[in-house]
């Protein structure tokens, strides 16, 4: 087995094992900026971690205040509804616009209420996860398919399948281009000989 297949074997059950904090799992005190900052890389560092850069801002949670997808903090606290959005946030606008991730939340929101509603995006998202990592090792076998979706819940089931195959295909590549830089090195060496 190549290098790259065995890397991405191993990535794919760190992938199998992503769990989104649910609610109940989410900070009930207020928080400051810099707090929400350290918690949203640990809860994400995995799916969106990248080393150039930031998988969010103080700025880029600024805008979100701005544009009404987030509500504003209360004497520049932060509390598990922004936690919440923030995460449904940064993961969807991988895949669908910021408008479309706005009426997403709003109408998941408005069908079961903010706490069910992240609950179900965390619990669809992780299962998108786990297909995606049963696709690079069969191994990795799937739980029980969930329910029918509802089709009230069918945009959150595609922007979570979409987001798990953007991140394993850029995986792919990223270890595909470490395996050209070799093959090209090893060319130029045995050119030098």
Same mark, same amino acid.
């Given at each position: ?8 074997? %191993?990535?794919?059950? @760190? ?17 400051? +900026?810099?707090?929400? +900052?350290?918690? +949203? ?11 150039? %850069? ?37 993961? =969807?606008? @991988? ?12 109408? @998941? #929101? ?9 609950? =179900? ?10 297909? #995606? !990592? !049963? %696709?690079?090792?069969?191994?990795? !076998?799937?739980?029980?398919?969930? /329910? ?10 595609? !922007?979570?399948?979409?987001? #798990?195959?953007?991140?394993?295909? /850029?995986?792919?590549? #990223? =270890? ?8 090209? /090195?090893?060319?130029?060496?045995? =050119?030098?000989?």
């Amino acid at each position: 087995m190549k290098q790259s297949e065995q890397e991405m074997k %191993e990535w794919a059950q @760190q992938l199998n094992a992503v769990h989104l904090p649910r609610w109940e799992e989410l900070p009930d005190i207020d928080l400051y +900026m810099d707090q929400v +900052m350290t918690l +949203m890389d640990r809860y994400l560092d995995l799916l969106l971690g990248r080393s150039h %850069e930031k998988i969010i801002t103080p700025a880029m949670v600024n805008n979100y205040v701005k544009l009404n997808l987030i509500p504003a903090p209360h004497k520049k606290q932060y509390n598990r509804v922004h936690l919440a959005y923030l995460v449904a946030i940064t993961i =969807l606008k @991988q895949v669908v616009t910021i408008k479309e991730v706005r009426v997403g939340i709003l109408y @998941q #929101a408005h069908l079961s209420g903010t706490r069910n509603a992240y609950n =179900l995006f965390c619990t669809q998202q992780e299962y998108e996860l786990k297909k #995606a !990592a !049963a %696709e690079i090792d069969p191994q990795l !076998a799937l739980d029980a398919l969930p /329910e029918q979706i509802p089709f009230d819940n069918l945009a959150l089931k595609m !922007a979570s399948g979409a987001f #798990a195959q953007k991140i394993v295909a /850029e995986k792919a590549v #990223a =270890l595909q281009e470490q395996e050209l830089k070799q093959m090209q /090195e090893e060319h130029n060496r045995s =050119l030098q000989k």
